[in-house]
């Protein structure tokens, strides 16, 4: 099975979740989950991880966690494997608790943390849990609304700060943003790029060019390999109008390039053309079968291909 991308370095933001193996409770009391509390507290301490943001559900957990040395996997490994070994020991089992590995976002903290902590506190309530994310009792909100019995090592102040920087009405202004969203399903992770990401285009530039233009994309690494050759929908259709196409052509090769290259979902490239998902799949079909009988048809869309970069995702 493919690893998913990791990309480490100082200062790195992450939406982190992890889920138990089968889907399976992962918390059964609440020492359980106070145990799990004082396995992130010790992250903080050894691995000087900065929680901002947590919230504990029955078969996963969320975390919004900023890595100032870089060394994400290593504070994972203490989270994830000191839980593993007290929750074994105390029930006399053996095995894994989580499913695979955990997921990592890396996440432009500027421009999307508060919004996630927002969508870490209300998971609960989306859960069908609780009316209110102030009535559960294993998440941040609480902290992040009235400060009272606080814990030292969870962060606050970074996310209050962009509502306010007075600590009171920043308080206030928080618990009426969250207010805000009750009974909405709005995922900000749905704009997640190559499975990775979640920052503007000029954010996911930056990372590529500093942290991948020098590692090499093998299929051990599909989400790095797709970050580094997608293009958008624009970009391939701008290039494919640069080739002595006839219209009706130059349309058809677009959809092809984009079904087969850009990474987009179907239904992303049938609103651009204004098509069915399923007629973006039969236009896609028909134009390969189209190059197997025209070769210098094929040559032309290689040609593009290999200006583009691009490769199959």
């Given at each position: 099975?493919?690893r998913?991308l990791?990309?480490?370095y100082?200062?790195a933001?992450?939406h982190v979740?992890s889920?138990?193996?089968e889907r399976r409770?992962?918390?059964?009391s ?9 396995y992130?507290e010790?992250a ?5 991880a900065?929680?901002h943001?947590y919230?504990l559900?029955s078969?996963?957990?969320h975390l919004?966690?900023e890595?100032p ?9 203490h ?5 593993t070994?007290?929750y074994?020991?105390k029930r006399k089992?053996?095995g894994?608790?989580?499913q695979?590995r ?5 996440i ?6 508060l919004e ?7 998971n609960?309530?989306r859960a ?12 941040s909100?609480c ?11 969870l962060?606050t102040?970074?996310?209050l ?6 600590e009171?009405?920043?308080?206030g202004?928080y618990r009426?943003?969250v207010?805000?969203r009750l009974?909405?399903?709005t ?7 190559a499975?990775?990401f979640l920052?503007s285009e000029l954010f996911?530039?930056a990372i590529?060019?500093?942290y991948?233009s020098?590692?090499n994309?093998?299929?051990?690494l599909?989400k ?5 050759t997608?293009r958008?929908?624009?970009?391939i259709?701008e290039?494919v109008?640069?080739?002595n196409?006839?219209h009706?052509?130059a349309?058809k090769a677009a ?11 179907l239904?992303?490239i049938?609103?651009y ?6 007629g973006v799949t039969q236009?896609s079909?028909?134009?390969s ?6 070769g210098?048809?094929f040559r032309q869309?290689?040609?593009?291909v290999?200006?583009l970069g691009?490769c199959?995702?």
């Amino acid at each position: 099975m493919a690893r998913p991308l990791r990309i480490q370095y100082p200062g790195a933001s992450y939406h982190v979740t992890s889920r138990g193996n089968e889907r399976r409770d992962i918390y059964k009391s609440q020492r359980d989950r106070e145990k799990f509390l004082h396995y992130l507290e010790m992250a903080t301490q050894r691995y000087h991880a900065i929680i901002h943001a947590y919230c504990l559900m029955s078969n996963h957990y969320h975390l919004l966690i900023e890595t100032p040395e870089g060394n994400l996997s290593q504070i994972m490994q203490h989270i994830n494997g000191s839980y593993t070994t007290y929750y074994n020991v105390k029930r006399k089992r053996a095995g894994h608790l989580f499913q695979g590995r955990y997921s990592a976002i890396l996440i432009d903290a500027d421009a999307y943390a508060l919004e996630l902590s927002r969508y870490i506190h209300l998971n609960p309530v989306r859960a069908g849990m609780v009316e209110h994310p102030g009535h559960h009792p294993w998440s941040s909100y609480c902290h992040y609304v009235n400060g009272k019995d606080a814990p030292e090592w969870l962060q606050t102040r970074t996310i209050l700060a962009q509502l306010s920087q007075n600590e009171e009405a920043a308080r206030g202004k928080y618990r009426q943003f969250v207010q805000d969203r009750l009974g909405d399903t709005t995922n900000p992770l749905k704009g997640v790029a190559a499975g990775t990401f979640l920052g503007s285009e000029l954010f996911i530039d930056a990372i590529r060019e500093k942290y991948l233009s020098g590692r090499n994309a093998d299929r051990n690494l599909p989400k790095h390999r797709a970050l580094t050759t997608q293009r958008s929908i624009s970009q391939i259709v701008e290039k494919v109008a640069s080739k002595n196409f006839e219209h009706a052509l130059a349309r058809k090769a677009a959809i092809y390039l984009c079904h087969r290259y850009s990474g987009e979902k179907l239904r992303n490239i049938g609103e651009y053309f204004q098509l069915s998902e399923s007629g973006v799949t039969q236009a896609s079909r028909r134009f390969s079968e189209r190059q197997k009988e025209d070769g210098a048809l094929f040559r032309q869309v290689q040609q593009i291909v290999e200006e583009l970069g691009l490769c199959n995702v």
